[in-house]
């Protein structure tokens, strides 16, 4: 979650600062990334439609960022 985090991070500041644009489709598969993978470890498994919910979200984020980076 954290290497996800600070890809997301460094991407979005790179094209904040720079004159080099990075494809929002990069940033949007990093966030997907994160919530599939590190969001759904952090809650309690009791809540396990919440976990399911948050998993299948973050690997929906991330097919669509992988689409936008297709375009």
Do not use: Y
């Amino acid at each position: 979650m954290i290497a996800f985090g600070l890809l997301l991070v460094t991407s979005l500041a790179v094209s904040s600062l720079s004159a080099i644009s990075i494809e929002p489709g990069m940033s949007m598969t990093f966030a997907g990334a994160m919530v599939a993978c590190g969001f759904a470890e952090l809650i309690d498994q009791n809540q396990r439609t919440l976990v399911a919910a948050l998993r299948f979200g973050g690997m929906a984020t991330m097919l669509l960022g992988f689409l936008l980076q297709l375009l």
